[in-house]
């Protein structure tokens, strides 16, 4: 069952974006500046030289965590071969991200696309999404789909070697399979239009086409599976499954035919899946909309419908058509997820909580039924997790922190514990924070410095020693921590009672002429990083300020 903004489908996350056609292997890969979570700037240009390896990913998405050991472990065997690793993060926190890297172990920079506009360039549909670009930033390799390491490894290969990337036996098997299939459907379609009724020959045209969906079905269900592109691999099925929708059409008007309502249902199915893939949003949805005229029980024509709808941010629709779904299958808990993702994208949180409390009434029953089952367990904690995201959409994170403690215990050692942990921990508050002032930007004149004022508090319940330290300056500056009489570089410690607050100047000052004014900006808001801005002719950086 599909849900908005965060759906699992076989082995993706979509992310409820689309826009444009994604930029094509062999074209120039789109330019970006990001920023990390402590505020560091990070610019795809920057990295022109090197093969760059760009992954999609989302704290929240279970094949993007699944598919991080082996991004890691990869990173690590190239990283002396000047490959470049770039993890951009779908539109979370900056805090659960850093929570997410710490308890992985990744080194490689993962960056915020907060807004969702580098998405939108990319037209990242479904996460992981990763691209292998060259040293011109040329796009070599792209796959949407969890990678292992061998995979990614040889496309790495192919690419510093200049090389085509190789198609795998799996891939050659999935394609032939399915261009075998095409050949005898055609075939039985030129036969049945020989022939007066032709309904042996459409019979075995259909046949066929639901024969060789199963076996790429098994194809990628395999471990290689990883190996075969998923763009090639949709484009490879929606042909056949145009042959296969064909078939059912011109066997459902034959007069007096026994499966006329079913052949017309499934053609409308395959149609709209056709035209989801070509990002044709609307046919999608009025395909999926005849399928469940024809079958108005059948799940399969709600999904499709309510996800065609969310593409084209017809939401109010979206919602309608899960609330439907949720009628068909009341007893699954999954429906009622559905309609509540479909109610928070509507910011309609209330109704979202509501539908949830539904799922969890059922999946604690499922639970309490046979407490043994690790199923059950693991939908439970699911609820408990969903539920709780809701109420930070909704700008609850007291409400959120109970429900995530519920989640972990629900279902220990499962990926729904992992990312309730980090979700909780990622709300506890700093114990150092840094706030910005008034005066936030400051400008110098040629060599002379410039200052900015920050207040450090200490937000635990007893005394402690602060450390302050700057990172990311550029070459011949100067960063000064200034109090009362005491001004440190680059670093400097104090002590901070409880609940305790010190006024502190930031010096920063250029060690040589700076070929004309300059300005520098703090950004702070609370967080243990605050960022400075540099501004001049001859350099310009984000100096990170750190308090721990």
Same mark, same amino acid.
């Given at each position: ?25 062999g074209t120039q890969a789109p330019g970006f500046e990001l920023r990390s979570p402590e505020g560091n700037r990070l610019s795809l240009s920057a990295e ?180 075969i592109g998923y763009a090639d691999a949709n484009a490879t099925r929606d042909t056949l499954d145009a042959a296969l929708a064909q078939a059912y059409t ?82 699954? &808990? ?62 609850? &994170? ?138 001049a002719n001859t350099a310009k950086a984000a100096i990170t300020i750190s308090a721990s």
């Amino acid at each position: 069952m599909l849900s908005f903004g965060a759906v699992i489908v076989v082995s993706l996350a979509l992310t409820g974006r689309a826009w444009a056609s994604a930029p094509a292997v062999g074209t120039q890969a789109p330019g970006f500046e990001l920023r990390s979570p402590e505020g560091n700037r990070l610019s795809l240009s920057a990295e022109r030289g090197h093969v760059v390896v760009v992954n999609f990913f989302a704290t929240w998405c279970p094949p993007c965590r699944a598919e991080t050991p082996d991004l890691i472990a990869v990173e690590a065997r190239y990283r002396a071969r000047g490959v470049i690793f770039i993890g951009v993060d779908d539109r979370e926190d900056g805090s659960l991200v850093t929570v997410f890297a710490k308890n992985k172990g990744i080194k490689y920079p993962l960056v915020l696309d907060r807004s969702g506009s580098v998405e939108e360039h990319y037209d990242v549909r479904a996460i992981p999404t990763t691209y292998v670009l060259d040293r011109d930033g040329t796009i070599r390799y792209a796959q949407v789909d969890e990678l292992n390491s061998s995979v990614l490894s040889g496309a790495i290969d192919a690419v510093l070697a200049g090389a085509p990337i190789p198609q795998s036996a799996a891939a050659q098997k999935f394609h032939q399979t399915a261009a075998d299939a095409v050949t005898k459907i055609q075939t039985d379609l030129q036969q049945a239009a020989a022939t007066q009724a032709g309904a042996t020959a459409l019979t075995s045209a259909v046949t066929t086409g639901v024969k060789a969906n199963k076996t790429l079905d098994a194809l990628l269900s395999q471990p290689d599976a990883t190996s075969i592109g998923y763009a090639d691999a949709n484009a490879t099925r929606d042909t056949l499954d145009a042959a296969l929708a064909q078939a059912y059409t011109q066997r459902a008007a034959i007069p007096g035919s026994t499966t006329q309502v079913s052949d017309q249902v499934e053609a409308a199915l395959l149609r709209g899946s056709i035209a989801s893939d070509a990002e044709q949003f609307g046919e999608a949805l009025a395909q999926y909309q005849t399928a469940i005229k024809f079958a108005p029980k059948d799940t399969r024509g709600y999904d499709g419908a309510s996800l065609a709808a969310y593409e084209l941010k017809r939401y109010a629709l979206a919602a309608s058509i899960a609330a439907a779904e949720a009628q068909l299958v009341p007893n699954d &808990p999954e429906s009622w997820l559905a309609v509540a993702s479909s109610q928070n994208s509507l910011k309609a949180y209330a109704k979202a909580l509501a539908a949830e409390r539904t799922a969890l009434t059922l999946a604690a029953a499922a639970y309490a039924k046979d407490p043994t089952s690790k199923d059950a367990a693991y939908e439970l904690g699911r609820v408990w997790l969903k539920t709780a995201r809701t109420d930070l959409l909704a700008g609850h &994170p007291g409400a959120a922190r109970p429900l995530l403690e519920q989640a972990q215990a629900a279902a220990p050692g499962t990926i729904v514990a992992q990312q309730a942990d980090e979700q909780y921990v990622a709300l506890i508050p700093a114990q150092v924070a840094i706030d910005r002032t008034d005066a936030t930007t400051a400008h110098g004149a040629d060599a002379a410095p410039a200052k900015v004022f920050v207040l450090v508090r200490n937000t635990s319940k007893e005394q402690r020693t602060i450390n302050l330290a700057a990172t990311g300056l550029p070459p011949k500056w100067l960063v000064s921590f200034c109090y009362s009489t005491v001004c440190n570089p680059f670093k400097v410690s104090f002590a901070l009672p409880a609940g305790g607050t010190k006024r502190i100047e930031l010096l920063v000052a250029p060690l040589g002429a700076t070929k004309g004014p300059w300005t520098m900006s703090v950004t702070a808001s609370g967080a243990p990083t605050a960022r400075v801005d540099l501004d001049a002719n001859t350099a310009k950086a984000a100096i990170t300020i750190s308090a721990s």
